[in-house]
């Protein structure tokens, strides 16, 4: 996280003090640095060297069309999963013939709206899918290219909830039911098979998972070799960790310099999905403490920012390390960090040794650039946060603060009662 640092007990993103942003733009918001996004970037494209490859950016980690529109300038890809992400892909600026479209429950207008983009492969997770997709580009006189994601039954040693490589997981085409898929894929008439594809799970911190799921996809593209049926592309997915506290993930030329031999056997073009790695560290939320309690148990620090803002810690016990903004020689003490909301779910951390923050003093919740504003709502009838983008000495606002108004757009007391 060097882009978020201490100068004179002041916490900086790059260039710019935090805390004189929050006085412009009120609490709590997003913080995004762009130089982290770009080395990021950089480290990606590295990475593979001179492989043939394709990075397509999970477009859910985080999906604000700033962010976007700069990885699209940096030449890489997006990997999508609604009709809602693709559109925001296009809108942003990345050329169709580099976006994949990945899930579980296409419907047939999304199946439509990405033929019609002409994108460059769906990644399909099911024989009836594979159905629906050959009758609709049928029905559109195009012939669709398609990627079958395999599951491979592997343990990513992660958060059950992100685990998508396991036989339980709903996700992909068991591996003992691949080579038949693939030939019923290639006998309809309105498909292209090009590739095949694994995801095996999110905040992975160990080399081995990723290996054997690309050991398991060469040896499948091996196989299908055999019976003439040709695969272009190997989608190896995403899933490399970052570091939230102490984890030490590989570094993507570590990561990439183990799996990138094994695929390059197969003379595949290699599409990766990385989505946390991109903008995990690229990202703060940042609060303000509203009030400190002292109940018989426990010590609660209430701040603005609650899991409406960030589910994180709520849905997964995640852990982010809170920062003060602006250092303060208080004593450390145990606290739960927890917001307004009406759950006892509601909680950036628990059981935290930090120093005591005193109300008007600004948190900064470290690592939330992925999975965080993109999976937030508006319960409790929360305006949504603003997104600030740094860059250097300077901030832009890429996502404004929802008001009220926006609470209630769309809602009527009046509408016409319509009867069918
Ligand atoms: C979520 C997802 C990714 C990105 O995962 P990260 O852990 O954020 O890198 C990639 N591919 C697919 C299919 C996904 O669902």
Request: negative net charge.
């Amino acid at each position: 996280m060097h882009f978020f640092q201490y100068h004179n007990g002041r916490l900086f993103c790059e260039e710019t003090d935090i805390a004189a942003i929050a006085q412009r733009v009120g609490t709590p918001f997003y913080l995004y640095s762009q130089r982290t996004l770009l080395r990021h970037c950089e480290h990606i494209h590295r990475a593979f060297g001179t492989l043939e490859h394709l990075t397509c950016y999970s477009v859910k980690a985080n999906s604000n069309l700033a962010l976007l529109h700069i990885l699209a300038q940096e030449g890489i890809g997006a990997d999508v999963v609604s009709g809602g992400e693709l559109f925001r892909a296009l809108k942003a600026g990345f050329p169709s013939e580099k976006i994949v479209y990945s899930g579980v429950g296409k419907t047939e207008l999304e199946i439509e709206y990405a033929l019609r983009e002409e994108i460059l492969l769906f990644n399909v997770e099911s024989v009836p899918e594979l159905e629906t997709i050959d009758r609709i580009a049928g029905q559109m006189g195009q012939v669709a290219p398609v990627a079958l994601r395999i599951n491979p039954d592997i343990d990513p040693h992660t958060h059950p909830y992100i685990a998508t490589g396991l036989q339980e997981n709903k996700f992909g085409i068991p591996y003992s039911q691949a080579r038949e898929s693939f030939k019923i894929a290639s006998e309809m008439k309105n498909l292209k098979v090009i590739g095949t594809d694994a995801h095996i799970g999110s905040q992975i911190t160990t080399l081995e998972p990723f290996l054997e799921s690309a050991e398991r996809l060469a040896e499948l593209v091996q196989t299908l070799g055999n019976e003439h049926i040709d695969i272009k592309y190997i989608d190896i997915g995403g899933g490399l960790g970052i570091r939230y506290e102490d984890e030490t993930p590989p570094e993507p030329s570590e990561w990439a310099g183990a799996i990138a031999p094994v695929l390059a056997k197969t003379g595949c073009k290699i599409i990766f999905e990385p989505g946390r790695s991109l903008v995990g560290n690229a990202g703060i939320l940042v609060t303000q403490v509203l009030y400190v309690k002292q109940t018989p148990r426990k010590l609660f620090v209430i701040v603005d920012a609650g899991m409406n803002d960030l589910i994180r810690p709520s849905l997964y016990g995640s852990h982010h390390q809170i920062k003060p903004v602006i250092e303060s020689d208080s004593a450390k003490v145990q606290v739960d960090v927890v917001g307004p909301i009406c759950e006892s779910a509601d909680f950036l951390a628990t059981e935290r040794l930090m120093p005591l923050a005193n109300p008007g003093e600004l948190l900064a919740v470290m690592s939330a650039g992925a999975y965080g504003f993109s999976m937030s709502s508006n319960y409790n009838s929360r305006p949504r946060c603003p997104e600030i983008l740094v860059n250097a000495s300077r901030f832009r606002v890429i996502r404004e603060r929802e008001t009220y108004q926006d609470l209630v757009r769309g809602e009527s007391i009046e509408g016409d009662w319509i009867s069918v």
